[in-house]
């Protein structure tokens, strides 16, 4: 059997970072801050250099708003995401070895921030899941980065004309920070509701990484 390849993130770097993690393969990580810089930056200039060879290869006009269209809406849901204290997302995309279907099966990773009210963190995470959020199938965990709920919450199909009716499942994981004043949500997002067994092992993996210390730092 070979080893897996392991890439380290640039982010793993920063000075500033608070949590580390590992993503499993099939995930893209979106360059949030790219995708949302402001008018007039350098950050801006980049993202319309890569987005001119996609307008310039549409065959027409039509295609080339359509284009600008979807992007446009992509924006302002990451936009929507960031208000909400998101400060990471990535999109999967994985075959579906299981049911053995030919399609394949998409899902959004985010890690978010919440400020919480001072209280052992075991209280917290407790807490996170006992809101009216129609948290279900709830987990209570002890691993190294500290205690954590996992929970899952089933949505209904989206009213949007714009967005396909689907339901929708977030599996979520709240690990509180050891400050004790805020927590972390990281939540696996598919409309794949049948493989709930295996984005709930997917997530659980990705916990089992997470490190609230420089783990880089610790191993030099």
Not at 1 to 21: G, I, K
Not at 82 to 98: A, I, M, Q, W, Y
Not at 125 to 144: K, M
Not at 174 to 196: F, G, Q, Y
Request: charged share 20%; proline share 7%; hydrophobic share 45%.
């Amino acid at each position: 059997m070979r080893s897996a390849a392991v890439t380290v993130h640039e982010s793993a770097h920063d000075p500033c970072a608070e949590l580390w993690f590992a993503e499993p393969a099939g995930f893209t990580d979106l360059p949030t801050n790219a995708l949302l810089a402001e008018w007039d930056t350098r950050e801006a200039e980049t993202l319309y250099a890569a987005a001119a060879p996609w307008l310039a290869s549409a065959p027409n006009e039509m295609a080339r708003q359509q284009f600008i269209a979807f992007f446009t809406a992509g924006q302002q849901a990451l936009g929507a995401l960031r208000e909400f204290g998101t400060v990471h997302c990535s999109v999967g995309l994985h075959r579906d070895d299981v049911g053995g279907g030919a399609e394949p099966l998409f899902s959004l990773f985010t890690i978010a921030w919440r400020d919480t009210a001072t209280a052992p963190r075991a209280a917290t995470a407790a807490r996170a899941v006992t809101a009216s959020d129609g948290h279900r199938h709830v987990e209570y965990l002890e691993l190294p980065c500290g205690p954590l709920t996992i929970s899952e919450v089933l949505r209904g199909p989206a009213t949007e004309r714009a967005l396909p009716p689907l339901a929708l499942l977030q599996i979520h994981a709240h690990l509180p920070h050891p400050d004790c004043k805020r927590l972390a949500v990281l939540t696996v997002s598919t409309t794949a509701v049948a493989r709930r067994e295996e984005y709930r092992a997917l997530l659980r993996g990705i916990v089992d990484t997470v490190s609230f210390e420089d783990p880089l730092g610790a191993a030099s």
